[in-house]
């Protein structure tokens, strides 16, 4: 059995007529009965008996014809898929984390889209739970093709590639004593409680280094996993932090406090798997990023 002879067969069953199917296939009438005969010892049942000058599908042949025409079909919408996956088109699926998905990224894909008019490009977004671990365990299991998240050490596999880059602050509640302050010294917010990321977040390496650097460790009232999320127990009054400046803190009631000593910059990276095939629309994508994120690492 061959897709050809299950192609033959599904003519057959719709012409009902051996010469008109073979003339329709560009085949022999003899080519057409073997074919048709070889598929019937196979299955050991008869396909199709004759009326007249015609030919009508059994009972056997009309279940079998149901579902040989929704495989087929199956199988030809997959391998156009393929092929335009080949041709520059197809989907991506990229983890993103939440900080990045309302400025970064959705420029990013709007820009590339903007360049290929009328392709069929579908990007698909994750976040699942937000965490750069997860996004990178996410690539290794082929979930995603692309993340857009912080850098982690001891991942040889995964290509860091940064994009971005922002500068950590301090947000304190409206009505804090440090409120008045236009920058800070992070030894001086020490004796505050602090609203602090998880030891799963990717900056948390980043934060706990900035604070050995100024001489201690501050009392951690709640440790949380987002960006958001300590920024809205700031808000809320539970406690000070260190985030990344983004943009959603402007409509929060915090004040944002410029952090004088010691500086730092976050960087985000596009991330991807070294060393595996990627479809030319995903390898395009990440091109296209490339050539924007040495405009973006400049300002």
Not at 164 to 187: F, G, M
């Amino acid at each position: 059995m061959n897709l050809y002879h299950l192609r033959y067969f599904v003519t057959l069953a719709h012409l009902e007529h051996y010469t008109k199917a073979a003339e329709l296939l560009s085949i022999t009438q003899p080519s057409l009965s073997h074919a048709i005969s070889s598929l019937e010892k196979e299955l050991g049942v008869r396909l199709f008996e004759k009326e007249g000058r015609n030919v009508v599908l059994t009972k056997c042949g009309r279940a079998f014809l149901e579902d040989v025409e929704q495989s087929l079909a199956l199988l030809d919408s997959s391998v156009n898929k393929l092929q335009l996956t080949g041709s520059g088109e197809g989907q991506i699926d990229v983890a993103v984390l939440r900080v990045l998905s309302t400025d970064l990224v959705p420029r990013l894909v709007r820009g590339y889209l903007d360049q290929h008019p009328g392709q069929n490009i579908d990007f698909r977004f994750h976040n699942s739970t937000g965490l750069t671990p997860d996004m990178i365990e996410g690539l290794k299991t082929r979930k995603y093709d692309i993340a857009f998240c912080s850098k982690m050490g001891n991942e040889p596999s995964i290509e860091f590639i940064p994009v971005a880059k922002q500068d950590l602050v301090l947000i304190v509640p409206n009505q804090h004593p440090l409120s008045t302050r236009n920058e800070i010294d992070l030894a001086d917010t020490l004796p505050y409680p602090h609203v602090g990321f998880s030891k799963r977040s990717g900056i948390r390496p980043t934060i706990d280094k900035l604070f050995l650097e100024c001489g201690g460790m501050p009392q951690m009232a709640y440790e949380v996993e987002e960006d958001q999320a300590v920024a809205g127990l700031v808000a809320a009054g539970f406690g000070i932090a260190v985030v990344p400046h983004m943009p959603i803190l402007a409509y929060m009631p915090v004040q944002i406090i410029r952090i004088a000593r010691p500086t730092w910059e976050r960087i985000f990276y596009m991330c991807t798997l070294k060393d595996v095939y990627q479809a030319p629309v995903i390898n395009e994508f990440k091109g296209y990023v490339r050539q924007k994120a040495k405009i973006l690492l400049k300002t």
